[in-house]
């Protein structure tokens, strides 16, 4: 089964790369799903943009769980660690822990 939702991401990946006019590539996109009754997918086309678009640049998804908030420092040292020079950062306090 095909994965409409990766296919629109990579149409509009595509569409956008080392393109100067991104509002208007946007704009046509999303009329072309919604003349194709497609716009309830926006959600997940988006996902999986992100995960093309980072990818292609190599940014890893870095998230943090920790009993406490931390500061910029360790989540640098954290990154150091796995060796990632590019990361999109979410954390996430659980007192739990």
């Given at each position: 089964?095909?994965?409409?939702d ?16 991104i509002?208007t ?18 959600d997940?086309?988006?996902?999986e ?15 943090i769980?920790?009993?406490?908030p931390?500061?910029?420092?360790l989540?640098?040292?954290?990154a150091?660690?796995?060796k ?14």
């Amino acid at each position: 089964m095909k994965n409409t939702d990766k296919i629109y991401a990579l149409a509009l990946y595509g569409a956008l790369e080392g393109k100067d006019d991104i509002k208007t590539i946007i704009n046509n996109f999303l009329n072309f799903l919604k003349e194709k009754s497609q716009l309830h997918r926006i959600d997940k086309i988006i996902s999986e943009f992100e995960n093309i678009y980072n990818k292609k640049n190599g940014i890893a998804k870095l998230k943090i769980k920790s009993a406490f908030p931390i500061d910029s420092q360790l989540v640098d040292k954290i990154a150091a660690t796995f060796k990632l020079k590019k990361y999109e950062l979410e954390t996430e306090i659980d007192k739990n822990l």
